[in-house]
């Protein structure tokens, strides 16, 4: 993605933009509010007598006889309804008022993905996070007769009267002793004074103590720039202080910092956020995955003293709730966060730094379709802060951005403290197969053992969760396929269950073949992690084995229990999918094995091998990060691959350089732009009309091109019956006015839908 504002059809608000016109007494009558709802755009309310409104403000306001909360947006939307007829807009809400940058974003983005401005809106007003964070019960000490408290607002003594004396048990002079000056929740109490609740109630009675009100969720602590400065080498501190600098300037730019892994990338942008603590604004950093905020937070607590506040969709409500106050009133100066982070109200923000700009995780598939990491450029900018996009491995889009001078880029060439970068090769799985059945090769085994006789340990990878990604019988070759969706369903061996990863549908496992119904000729065809780990057991059965994939390891807290559990080594094989790939420092790693090189490549999408590249480099990065040098070896059928020769002669460029030599001619991005329209019904005929009048109103110029409709590759999803069209543009065109006027053209009958993805990822 690439920042041209007039493009897209939005008109760039001055950087810093401020909250302009005041609803209510002093200005107009009109309030436009918008809500979060898929309607066009804001609709206007009467200001009503007193109530003083600009915009950004959080209202109820009547709707279809119910109260709904909108936000006050920026212009009235106009005449359309009688200025008498216009409904009073009912109360300001008591919460933080939504800032102009924020909602610059949510208009930008509406207009940029094609989505309805409320449907976007609703992303960034999580309405309980509207509500104030809860209070709970907790108690203080009541100062006793003789003694005095000083009171931080007013520095005043206040002397109690006497009364009469009361005893003081060893216990109830532990919940004293606790309490101090604070307030504490009464079961905090109880627990740390290690007495029963009866004593808590007691000492109430007698006068001790008295009931207080704290908040449920502990305030944040504000992270020190000066708590543990680290020595830089002079690569690391020439990188540190230009990102400083960007920091200090307070204004918009987007800089690539690349580095190999264990370049100390991660080491050198936390002095970024550093000088964003120490000039008072915010920060945001981004990463693809929240299980990887679990070494991130300890990382930063080592660094600032304190943890940052960390956003994503499975936070608690009381937590989320307390983070969203927190951040909008400036208390919460760092939040680490999945994509949605990009929605919250950060009054000031100073800083936004994307980990693994690379990773296709930032792009989200559903409701609002858009690019976390384009989109976090554009909250950049509009906040009038530097961007800095992090990868060892970046994505062609963002070099072609630095080579267009529109990013700097920033560089870590090598390891640090002289860690060597792994030496990886490949296994030609025809010249070393695995015994029948299995999935390893005796030369993968062998190195495995080779690093277990050294005390060291070492990880196998194979990006597929689950046992067996197909079950077929053997009898009448029959394949067991999701009802739902064009898939196979993968067998869960340890949840006893067959699962499709497209919808979600599950099913016994069955010990007939449902279509022959011979016994026990089903049989799992090729491997999952589960698999793999079985196989692993028979083959180390001494090793202390952990996997980590996304369904057995839900939450950060696993996860990080996972990473100390590995760093302590307590852990001696780990076998994991993507997720033990991105980011991980384990020192004493050092052989990578992955299963399955190939696998990425099947696809066969536009990306495939960009893909591949980034993923396997990144899992290879995992190994040798420490004193002793790591090893990778790659299962391969195809070791004369390009995308495998890069792996193991470690030149990306020369990689990168082909790729881009064969995505430039054809326009493919990031040398053109793309929009994919994925036309869907319940009826195979309803979405084949539908795609091809679409396919007949296609739009016809010079430097526009539309493939399609076909099928879509999941031609089935969710019972739903899918096919693409793919509108592909020059560079310098753009692709939202065409699809604009393409929709309008057609009529979608009721029960199609249409779906729009600027700039896909996904081609399923
Ligand atoms: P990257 O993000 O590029 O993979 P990291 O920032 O994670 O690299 O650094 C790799 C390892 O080296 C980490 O354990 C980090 O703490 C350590 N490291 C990097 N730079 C320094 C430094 N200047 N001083 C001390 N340790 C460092
Ligand atoms: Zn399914």
Redesign the pocket.
């Known amino acids: 993605m690439e920042i041209r504002i007039a493009q897209s059809g939005v008109t760039l608000p001055p950087q810093n933009a401020t909250d302009g016109d005041i609803f209510g007494s002093r200005g107009t009558r009109r309030v436009p509010v918008l809500l979060p709802y898929p309607f066009v755009g804001p609709f206007d309310y009467a200001a009503s007598p007193g109530l003083v409104l600009a915009p950004g403000d959080i209202v109820l306001v009547p709707l279809n006889r119910r109260q709904e909360v909108g936000v006050v947006w920026d212009a009235p939307s106009g005449p359309a309804v009688a200025d008498t007829k216009l409904k009073p807009v009912s109360a300001r809400v008591d919460a933080p008022a939504m800032p102009a940058p924020l909602r610059r974003l949510v208009d930008w983005i509406a207009s940029y993905t094609l989505s309805p401005p409320g449907q976007v809106l609703a992303m960034a007003l999580r309405v309980n996070a509207l509500v104030p964070p809860p209070m709970v019960a907790g108690w203080r000490a009541v100062p006793q007769a003789g003694s005095v408290r000083l009171t931080p607002d007013t520095n005043s003594v206040r002397l109690t009267p006497d009364t009469n004396p009361v005893r003081l048990t060893p216990q109830r002079q532990r919940v004293l002793a606790v309490l101090g000056e604070k307030i504490i929740p009464g079961a905090d109490l109880a627990r740390r004074a290690d007495v029963g609740s009866s004593v808590i109630r007691g000492m109430a009675d007698a006068g001790l103590i008295e009931a207080a009100p704290v908040p449920a969720v502990p305030p944040f602590g504000r992270p020190d720039p000066g708590f543990r400065e680290?020595?830089?080498?002079a690569a690391?501190a020439a990188v540190a202080a230009a990102l400083r600098a960007l920091v200090n300037a307070k204004s918009f730019a987007v800089t690539l910092l690349d580095?190999?892994?264990?370049?100390?990338?991660?080491?050198?942008?936390?002095e970024a956020v550093a000088a964003c603590l120490e000039t008072r604004r915010q920060a945001l950093v981004l990463l693809p995955e929240i299980a990887l905020s679990a070494q991130f937070l300890a990382?930063f607590e080592r660094r600032f003293g304190v943890a940052p506040a960390l956003w994503h969709s499975d936070l608690g409500s009381r937590t989320r709730r307390a983070t969203w106050r927190a951040v909008a009133e400036g208390a919460s100066q760092v939040v680490v966060g999945a994509r949605s982070a990009l929605f919250l109200p950060f009054p000031d923000l100073g800083l936004v730094i994307v980990?693994e700009e690379h990773e296709t995780a930032f792009k989200q598939e559903d409701g609002v379709v858009y690019h976390a990491r384009d989109m976090a450029v554009v909250r950049a900018r509009f906040s009038a802060a530097p961007a800095i996009l992090?990868s060892?491995t970046p994505s062609l889009e963002t070099l072609a951005n630095v080579e267009a001078g529109r990013y700097a880029h920033l560089r870590?060439l090598s390891?640090?403290?002289g860690?060597s970068m792994p030496a990886i090769a490949a296994i030609d799985m025809r010249d070393a197969p695995p015994p029948r059945g299995k999935f390893l090769s005796p030369v993968l085994v062998e190195a495995v053992r080779a690093r277990f006789a050294r005390g060291e340990q070492a990880m196998l990878f194979l990006n597929r969760r689950g046992y067996a990604p197909l079950t077929l019988c053997r009898a009448c070759g029959h394949r067991l396929a999701c009802p739902n969706c064009t898939a196979w369903l993968v067998e869960h061996r340890a949840r006893r269950e067959l699962s499709c990863h497209h919808c979600g549908h599950t099913a016994p496992a069955p010990t007939v073949c449902p279509v022959c119904a011979a016994e026990g000729t089903m049989a799992p065809i090729g491997p999952g992690v589960e698999r793999i780990t079985e196989e692993a057991a028979e083959l180390f059965p001494a090793a202390r084995r952990l996997v980590m994939a996304s369904d057995t390891m839900p939450g950060p807290h696993a996860a990080a229990e996972a990473a100390r559990a590995i760093e302590a080594r307590e852990v001696d094989l780990l076998i994991g999918t993507q997720i033990v790939a991105k980011?991980w420092?384990f020192?004493h790693l050092t052989l990578v094995g992955v299963v399955d090189a190939d696998l990425g490549l099947a696809g066969g999408d536009l990306r495939a091998a960009e893909r591949t590249v980034q993923l396997l480099h990144q899992v290879a990065?995992r190994a040798g990060?420490?004193e002793a040098p790591g090893e990778v070896k790659l299962q391969t059928f195809s070791p004369e691959h390009p995308v495998m020769q890069a792996l193991i002669s470690g030149d990306l460029a020369a990689f990168y350089a082909a790729e881009k030599a064969a995505r430039r001619p054809g326009h493919w991005p990031p040398y053109g732009r793309l929009a994919a329209l994925i036309v869907s019904a319940e009826h195979a005929e309803a979405a084949d009309r539908c795609a091809r009048a679409l396919g007949l109103n296609a739009p016809m110029a010079p430097g526009v091109e539309v493939l399609g409709p076909t099928p879509a590759p999941l031609a089935v999803l969710r019972g739903r019956h899918r096919r693409r069209l793919l509108l592909k543009t020059r560079r310098d065109i753009a692709v939202q006015p065409i699809l604009q006027a393409w929709l309008a053209a057609v009529v979608v009958p009721r029960g199609v839908r249409v779906d729009v993805d600027v700039d896909p990822v996904s081609f399923l």
Not at 230 to 233: I, L, Q
Not at 259 to 270: Q, R
Request: glycine share 18%.
């Open positions: 680290p020595t830089f080498s690391q580095g190999v892994t264990g370049s100390g990338k991660t080491e050198v942008y936390l990382r980990d992090v060892a870590l390891r640090h403290g860690a980011g420092h020192p990065g990060r420490a």
